[in-house]
C-alpha cells in the first residue's frame, strides 16, 4: 500500500462569537438540538486559532496534540479540544496520522464572563477542514466549505455552528425553513435595514465561571417538565420573530428576544435541581433598561446567554443616546464598569 507522502503546514483563523435571539436549549443525539434556534453573528467578540501541523502516515501512527491557549498550557481546554478530535476521528481519518501544535487566543479578557465555546469551537473547525483541504490538495466550493466547517463545529460545541454564517443564521430543523439540524445557514433574507450595523454592547454584570455548564443545563432540560412546550414556543416564536425582522418591526423583534432570555433562565430555575444564573444587578439593569425605554419610546432590548450578563441590543440610530444611557445609569452595575462593545459581522476570517 502506497502511503501519502508528508505534509507540512500552518493555518491560521479569526471566527466570531454569536447571540442567539430565539435559544437553542435541549439537545439529543450527536448534538442535535431539540429546536430551532437563530442568531446574530457578532465582530469584536472573536478567537483566533493558529494549527502548525504535521501529516505523515508513514511515521505518526496516531493524533498528536499540543494546545496553548495565548501562548501558554491550559489544561481544561486542551482536554475538551482532545476529546472533541476523537470524536472525529472516524469521519475525518486525517486525524489519525496527525500532529496539531494548536494556539488560540481570545479578543475578550478570558475572564470576561463571555462564552468562548462558539467562537473557539468555529475556529478550531476552519482550521481543520483547512488542513483537511490542503492534504487532500482539493479546495470545496465556499458553499461546501460553509456547510461542512458548520457541521464540524456543531460537533464541539452547538452554538458554534452559527459562528461561521455571516449576520443571521438559523441552525436546526424548521418546517418553515430549509433549515438543517447538522449545519447553520445564512438568512440574510429577514434583515431590514434597521438591523444594519445593529449593536450589541455587552454588560459585563459579573466575570465569574457559570455554576452549571451550557452542556450540564442542556441535560437537564431532558427531565424539565416543561420541555416539550419549550421546543415548540421556540419554533412559533422563530416564525414570529423573522416575520418581524423582515418588516423592520422592531418593537415586536423586542418582545420576542426578551422573552426568549427570560424564558431560557425561567427553564433554569425549574429544572431539577434548579439552579439561577443571574445576579441581583442582572435583574436591576433588565428594570432599567424597560423603564429607560418606556420613558424614551426608544427601540433598546436586551437579551441573555448562559449567564448573569447582559446584550444590550440597538439600532445604530439610536447609539448617542444609548451611550448617555450606559454611561449615567447602568455602567455603575457592571464588574469594573466592564462592557464589550459590539456589532452585527459578518462571519469567519482566513488569516494564514
Ligand atoms: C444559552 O452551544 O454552549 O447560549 O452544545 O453543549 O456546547 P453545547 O452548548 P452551547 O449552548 C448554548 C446555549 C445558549 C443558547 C444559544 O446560543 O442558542
Not at 430551532?36 to 457578532?42: D, E, V
Not at 443571521?168 to 434583515?191: C, M, R, T
Not at 445576579?279 to 439593569?285: R, S
Request: glycine share 4%; with cysteine; net charge neutral.
Amino acid at each position: 500500500m502506497i502511503l501519502p507522502s508528508k505534509t507540512e503546514g500552518q493555518v491560521k483563523w479569526k471566527s466570531p462569537s454569536n447571540i442567539a435571539l430565539v435559544k437553542y436549549w435541549g439537545k439529543y443525539g450527536r448534538q442535535f438540538p431539540k429546536n430551532a434556534s437563530i442568531s446574530f453573528t457578532l465582530s469584536n467578540a472573536y478567537s483566533i486559532t493558529q494549527i502548525n501541523y504535521t501529516h505523515d502516515p508513514a511515521r505518526i501512527k496516531n493524533l498528536v496534540v499540543n494546545f496553548t491557549f495565548e501562548g501558554k498550557s491550559n489544561k481544561a481546554f486542551e482536554d475538551r479540544i482532545i476529546s472533541f478530535l476523537l470524536s472525529i476521528k472516524d469521519e475525518f481519518t486525517f486525524l489519525s496520522n496527525i500532529a496539531l501544535n494548536i494556539d488560540s487566543e481570545n479578543s475578550f479578557p478570558h475572564s470576561s464572563g463571555i462564552a468562548s465555546s462558539a467562537s473557539a469551537m468555529s475556529a478550531l473547525a476552519l482550521c481543520l477542514i483547512d488542513i483537511k483541504q490542503k492534504i487532500e490538495g482539493k479546495t470545496l466550493s465556499k458553499l461546501e466549505f460553509t456547510k461542512i466547517t458548520s457541521h464540524v463545529s456543531r460537533l464541539g460545541s452547538g452554538s458554534a455552528s452559527r459562528s461561521i454564517i455571516p449576520k443571521l443564521a438559523i441552525w436546526g430543523e424548521h418546517p418553515s425553513f430549509k433549515s438543517s439540524n447538522e449545519y447553520a445557514i445564512q438568512v440574510d433574507e429577514f434583515l431590514h435595514p434597521i438591523f444594519d450595523n445593529f449593536h450589541d454592547d455587552i454588560l459585563i454584570i459579573s466575570p465569574n465561571e457559570k455554576s452549571v455548564s451550557s452542556t450540564a443545563g442542556h441535560k437537564l432540560m431532558d427531565n424539565n417538565p416543561y420541555a416539550e412546550e419549550r421546543y415548540k414556543q421556540a419554533n412559533e416564536r422563530l416564525v414570529h420573530l423573522t416575520e418581524s425582522m423582515k418588516i423592520g418591526d422592531i418593537v415586536s423583534f423586542g418582545k420576542i428576544v426578551e422573552d426568549e432570555a427570560l424564558t431560557l433562565h425561567a427553564l433554569m430555575m425549574c429544572s431539577d435541581p434548579s439552579y439561577i444564573l443571574m445576579e441581583p444587578n442582572t435583574l436591576h439593569v433588565i428594570n432599567l433598561i424597560r423603564s429607560f425605554r418606556q420613558k424614551t419610546k426608544l427601540p433598546i432590548y436586551f437579551t441573555l446567554d448562559a449567564g448573569p450578563n447582559l446584550h444590550l441590543l440597538y439600532p445604530d440610530g439610536i447609539k448617542k443616546e444609548v451611550e448617555s444611557f450606559i454611561n449615567k445609569e447602568l455602567k455603575t452595575f457592571c464588574h469594573n464598569g466592564k462592557i464589550i462593545k459590539d456589532q452585527i459581522g459578518n462571519g469567519p476570517e482566513k488569516l494564514l
